[in-house]
């Protein structure tokens, strides 16, 4: 049965951290509380208020970070573009993530991808580092040298160089933009990995849908949050012109990984059926395809 739930919500409240609450009561009167929904989809004007209204429909962001955790961030860094070209995650949302860890007492929260064009050019022109670095957390850059041969015990990659950053983390949060690629046909969640190891990745791209499979299998991200603030319909995943990006103003949060990617091609327009790899993630038991089975709660931050 498909389930949908619809908030509109100030500022207020949400600064309050009410929204979890309230988002309990939309329904019958007198009915007992129920879980958080599988999916959260906000929308407004704020990538930063709609980062914080998505997670705390999801039950707030204690239910996927502790006190005293280490938190790994893997947002896209890949391209050497502006946030307003969609090639790369939006830093607000990416500071805010940071901000919100850390006020549940996590002891660390580290942000690292493995760019294609050059590293510092991609971290300053996002405009990631700089966010993240105000809001109290760290920036790396990735280097070849530290990662570690690892058994990703994967049906295509067997053995990958990884960085430890990755594996040593208590919590991984991934957060990628959803985005046209010319290969793969959309970028979302899964291929977002590709940034947490080193090796030759375009070795990856003969058999890709299986590869990314293998790489969300291995890193199991506790959270995922996908960037619908702009999207990038063509010309990806580098992107380049204006004429290429539209405003969505939205992002998609949910402990369930395959869920947020099967919800996330719907900013393009696309099925999952469309998306082989959803398929096989969820018949590797990822997560869920079919996520308008479940539950989807539908935020609107003005």
Not at 177 to 182: G, P, Q, R, T
Not at 196 to 225: K, M
Request: proline share 7%; glycine share 10%.
């Amino acid at each position: 049965m498909k389930r949908r739930r619809f908030l509109h919500i100030g500022i207020e409240a949400l600064a309050a951290g009410a929204l979890y609450p309230l988002a309990r009561a939309v329904g019958s009167a007198g009915a007992p509380e129920t879980p958080p929904p599988l999916l959260a989809v906000a929308h407004g004007p704020s990538p930063a208020q709609i980062t914080r209204a998505s997670i705390e429909a999801l039950g707030g962001i204690s239910r996927f970070v502790r006190r005293g955790d280490r938190v790994v961030l893997k947002p896209n860094i890949g391209w050497d573009r502006t946030p307003e070209q969609a090639a790369t995650t939006n830093p607000e949302i990416v500071a805010t993530l940071t901000t919100l860890c850390l006020e549940a007492g996590a002891r660390s929260v580290l942000v690292l991808d493995n760019p294609c064009n050059d590293p510092r050019r991609c971290y300053l022109r996002s405009g990631i580092a700089e966010a993240v670095r105000t809001a109290g957390g760290k920036v790396d850059f990735f280097e070849e040298e530290r990662t570690r041969k690892t058994a990703i015990g994967g049906e295509k990659l067997h053995e990958w160089p990884v960085h430890p950053a990755f594996i040593e983390a208590d919590v991984r949060i991934n957060v990628p933009i959803a985005k046209h690629h010319s290969l793969a046909g959309l970028t979302l969640g899964m291929k977002n990995w590709l940034g947490a190891i080193g090796g030759p990745r375009n070795r990856l791209h003969q058999q890709l849908d299986r590869s990314i499979v293998d790489l969300a299998a291995f890193f199991r991200p506790t959270l995922t949050l996908i960037d619908g603030v702009r999207i990038l319909t063509k010309g990806g995943p580098q992107g380049g012109s204006p004429d290429d990006v539209r405003k969505l103003d939205t992002v998609i949060a949910s402990g369930d990984p395959v869920a947020a990617e099967a919800r996330g091609a719907l900013l393009h327009g696309r099925d999952v059926d469309e998306l082989p790899h959803i398929a096989i993630a969820a018949d590797r038991g990822l997560g869920r395809a079919r996520w308008q089975e479940a539950e989807e709660l539908r935020i609107e931050v003005p």
